[in-house]
Nanobody, 116 residues
Framework: QVQLVESGGGLVQAGGSLRLSCTAS????????MGWYRQCPGKQRELVATMTNGGSTTYANSVVGRFTISRDNAKSTVFLQMNSVKPEDTAVYYC??????????WGQGTQVTVSS
């Protein structure tokens, strides 16, 4: 069972910044990618940003130029730097880890609220 510990969510004003982090309880050698997703009430969970073991990144169009994903491979940790946040970024943010063997695991989610 993979344990994911997320932190960094909270309340921030529009235009401000937040940094989310997520640490997995498994070796980085078993991880093929790590990423962040978000879900608003009544909506489907959507991709925010992902990063593969090789460093390739994918971003949702809505966050390009504002959010940056990064990893500390030595610690099996992924970060999401959120700058110039907007009220529409308000959501529960979930960390996801994909393993080479064993599939996906999700974190418990962390609330991000952006006030206007």
């Amino acid at each position: 069972q993979v344990q994911l510990v997320e932190s960094g969510g909270g309340l921030v004003q529009a235009g401000g910044s937040l940094r989310l982090s997520c640490t997995a309880s498994i070796s980085r050698f078993s991880i093929s990618s790590m990423g962040w997703y978000r879900q608003c009430p009544g909506k489907q969970r959507e991709l925010v940003a992902t990063m593969t073991n090789g460093g390739s990144t994918t971003y949702a169009n809505s966050v390009v130029g504002r959010f940056t994903i990064s990893r500390d491979n030595a610690k099996s940790t992924v970060f999401l730097q959120m700058n110039s946040v907007k009220p529409e970024d308000t959501a529960v943010y979930y960390c996801k880890v994909t393993r080479y063997v064993g599939g996906d695991s999700w974190g418990q989610g962390t609330q991000v609220t952006v006030s206007s």
